[in-house]
């Protein structure tokens, strides 16, 4: 149980799982420093959840060896130096927001107080409420208070947005930075690259259990291949599409123009608001090409 | 470990239906099988034992339901992460089933006094309550192995079967005295006789048959090593 103060948050040694015939991780090496927000970002079945499982000791590796805090991922979590919001759970029935909370953070040695963790996760409003009758963001949050109620130095979330709306996803990860900027090691998985972007210092981008990319997020973003938004010409010109959100090119074709963007959506939506949103056409690489190409291999 | 005894105890005393269930069963039949013709004091105290024994025994088994689904839904998982030792949430869920058990052994009990005018000494009623459930813990570590080992589809007939099976089979219904002979050669080995007959023999005398006892036991030992061995299984499937 000897915890090395300077050594990294986790370390994985060409770890390794199969399910039966499938290699779901397939030899992965990952050093994640303290204090760093990593996300693990990949297409569906690309190893995500397998290799969270095996970080948190639910799963263990048949190859290849995994540290936490120097410790085993079991010894980790008994020492409550781990907290994890994980996939596919249900809350249980008949308890209330506070009553799972104050019992989950009786297991640790310094949880954060009832009221902070509240706070924190946006609970206060409903800390009365039983479980069973939240609605799905609200189940989130409690999920989430559930993973930083022991003030964990790694907290790991296993796809959290996934069942959420975009106004639930934005605070959710208001919430979660603050989190992390007090110190804490961060790691979090998701498909969506913008959620990457937005929230993380580092993202390891995986596919068919192998690590192919690993950077910046501006990195990551730039070598998964931008979208084209192509627009009717507007009256006045293409003067200042170039500063729009995301545009990183723009061209002109006759009565059309193209832009280059590294986010869609954003630009859609700005052009949206300045009214010039006329034909509109948007074409690029989907996600799961784009990883495929990263990986070198044809569909 | 008294928090997470406290979140499951408060769990099951919000689900009424679960408990009064687990309550309805046994209390109508000893009703009915004492009052259908006109039973002496023997049957009665008799069938008190048999209906407060099948009320608990069925609460111990249908506890590994309620695991089965925590086992679902990630409860099990979740609390894995957590600093909550494995060893603790066994125990406790183990503990939560024989806590439900007790209610139909004093509803039982209470309803044979005060309705079937049955009378024990004061030392005799609480021997026969205290064994009866702590006669339960084979039936609860039964249920834990089942609710560990089988999914979800095959816990409700499975455990159905177990409990009217040994209920029968072990003279809880009907006095093994009226079995065949081969019958009563089974059931001789069956978990339910070797309990049933402590309680009988503690309301009569105060003092159990070694026999019984040692059949108890050799079960208690069997379905402690399956507990063990199913929730070992379930480790390596991350549930």
């Known amino acids: ?299 | 470990m008294r928090g997470y005894l406290s979140v499951e105890l408060r769990r099951l005393v919000r689900s009424p239906g679960y408990l009064s269930a687990g309550l309805a069963m046994p209390l109508v039949m000893y009703l009915v099988t004492t009052g259908l013709y006109d039973s002496g004091q023997d049957a009665k105290v008799y069938m008190m034992i048999s209906m407060a024994g099948f009320g608990a025994v069925g609460a111990a088994l249908t506890n590994g339901l309620l695991v089965v689904q925590d086992r679902t839904n990630g409860w099990l998982r979740q609390l894995r992460i957590t600093p909550l030792s494995a060893g603790r949430v066994v125990v406790v869920r183990g503990l939560t089933g024989m806590l439900v058990g007790l209610l139909p052994i004093m509803a039982v009990c209470v309803l044979a006094a005060a309705m079937n005018g049955v009378r024990l000494p004061m030392s005799h009623w609480v021997a026969v309550v205290l064994l009866l459930w702590l006669g339960t813990a084979p039936f609860a570590l039964l249920g834990l192995g089942l609710g560990y080992l089988v999914s979800v589809q095959v816990a409700q007939p499975v455990t159905m079967l177990l409990n009217l099976g040994m209920s029968i089979l072990g003279g809880l219904w009907f006095p093994t005295a009226l079995f065949p002979h081969t019958l009563r050669v089974i059931s001789r080995f069956v978990p339910t006789t070797g309990y049933g007959n402590i309680g009988r023999a503690i309301a009569a005398s105060g003092m159990p048959n070694m026999a019984d006892v040692a059949v108890l036991v050799a079960w208690l030992a069997a379905f402690a090593a399956l507990a063990v061995l199913a929730y070992r299984r379930a480790g390596r499937r991350a549930y």
Not at chain 1, 28 to 39: K, N, P
Not at chain 1, 107 to 125: G, H, I, K, W
Not at chain 1, 179 to 196: C, D, I, M, Q, W
Not at chain 1, 275 to 295: H, M, N, P, Q, S
């Open chain 1, 1 to 299: 149980m000897a915890d090395n103060v300077i050594g990294p948050a986790v370390r994985f040694e060409s770890v390794g799982f199969s399910y039966r015939s499938v290699r779901a991780v397939d030899g992965i090496d990952l050093v994640i420093e303290r204090g760093q927000t990593l996300a693990l970002l990949g297409p569906n079945g690309a190893g995500k959840s397998t290799t969270i499982n095996m970080l948190l000791g639910l799963l263990p590796p048949d190859q290849g060896r995994i540290e936490v805090f120097g410790m085993s991922p079991g010894e980790a979590s008994t020492a409550g130096r781990i907290g994890a919001m994980l996939q596919e759970t249900q809350l249980v029935p008949r308890v209330t927001v506070t009553e799972l909370l104050t019992f989950v953070r009786g297991l640790y040695p310094a949880p954060m107080s009832l009221e902070d963790l509240l706070r924190m996760a946006n609970l206060t409003d409903i800390r009365g409420r039983r479980l069973e009758k939240l609605s799905g963001g609200q189940s989130q949050r409690v999920k989430f208070a559930v993973a930083i109620a022991g003030r964990p130095d790694l907290l790991v979330l296993d796809e959290p947005t996934a069942a959420m709306d975009v106004e639930s996803r934005h605070e959710f990860w208001l919430s979660m930075r603050r989190y992390a900027r007090e110190g804490h090691t961060v790691l979090f998985s998701t498909h969506y690259v913008e959620e990457a972007d937005e929230s993380a210092d580092r993202v390891v981008v995986i596919a068919g259990g192998r690590i192919v990319a690993d950077g910046s997020p501006a990195k990551i973003k730039n070598s998964i291949g931008q979208q084209k938004v192509g627009i009717a010409l507007p009256p006045n010109g293409s003067a200042g599409l170039d500063g729009m959100p995301g545009v990183t090119a723009v061209e002109v074709h006759a009565e059309r123009v193209e832009l280059s963007t590294v986010d869609a959506d954003a630009t859609v939506l700005a052009l949206v608001e300045r009214g010039l949103l006329r034909d509109v056409e948007v074409r690029g690489a989907r996600l799961e090409d784009a990883f495929l190409a990263l990986t070198g291999r044809e569909r």
